[in-house]
């Protein structure tokens, strides 16, 4: 089946830690996005990728970084700039443009400082 | 920025009864798109309808749109048990990003 594989489902962190969270894709989608979910709210957008080798900085993009080596791969690391990283974090792709065309999520990673 | 806003913010509805979420949004769009979310899970797309088209239906689910109001409407008929979860609207104000509401949060009790 196709779809988004986002692991871990769970992940802590420590002060002063960066943690990466991985986003696989096999829907052969060009579009990959992050964003952040906190309790009660909508999604916030904090990267996206058009493109291999290209991103962009979404709406709250500090104390992330991400990178965009393979089509099918969109990891996003959680800097120690990032003082409040306790989040429901998703992936999405889609086949264009993100704004044009649905959205396939991944089932997300809840990041917790330890 | 959060351009859509659904309302309201939660609605507790019987099996078997029609659910309607509201969504208002501030600018113009391109489309407007319509996701529930399970509890502890990603998000799942449920329909599109673009700013030229009134309103679409997909099995239990309509959807309006009004560009004038700049609103939209997810009507889901004869709920089930099931349809329990959180409902968003989300707008394309240009081709590459979706902005998303903060959701309204459905209870169907059986």
């Known amino acids: 089946d196709g779809g988004i594989t986002q692991s871990p489902k769970y992940l802590f962190r420590k002060e002063g830690q960066n943690v990466t969270l991985s986003c696989e894709q096999n829907?052969?989608?060009?579009?990959m996005y992050w964003y952040r979910q906190d309790p009660g709210q909508g999604l916030r957008l904090i990267y996206y990728?058009?493109?291999?080798?290209?991103?962009q900085k979404g709406d709250i993009a500090e104390g992330y970084s991400v990178s965009r080596e393979k089509k099918e791969s969109f990891p996003l690391t959680v800097t120690s700039a990032q003082k409040n990283p306790t989040a429901f974090y998703l992936c999405?792709?889609?086949?264009?443009?993100?704004?044009?065309?649905?959205?396939?999520f991944g089932d997300g990673t809840r990041l917790s400082i330890l | 920025s959060q351009q859509g806003e659904e309302d309201p913010q939660a609605l507790s509805i019987q099996e078997g009864e029609n659910a309607t979420m509201n969504c208002s949004y501030k600018?113009?769009?391109?489309?407007l798109q319509w996701y529930r979310q399970n509890s502890g899970r990603g998000l799942v797309h449920l329909i599109l309808?673009?700013?030229?088209?009134r309103e679409k239906h997909s099995g239990r689910l309509r959807v309006t749109l009004d560009t004038s109001k700049k609103s939209s409407s997810l009507l889901i008929t004869a709920s089930r048990a099931a349809d329990t979860a959180s409902y968003f609207c989300?707008?394309?104000?240009?081709?590459?990003?979706?902005?998303f509401g903060a959701g309204t949060i459905l209870r169907v009790k059986s």
């Open positions: 999405a792709s889609s086949r264009g443009q993100g704004g044009n065309q649905p959205q396939h």
């Open positions: 829907l052969n989608h060009d579009a």
């Open positions: 990728s058009q493109i291999v080798n290209d991103f």
């Open positions: 600018t113009s769009i391109n489309n």
């Open positions: 309808i673009r700013s030229n088209e």
């Open positions: 989300a707008t394309a104000q240009n081709p590459n990003k979706l902005v």
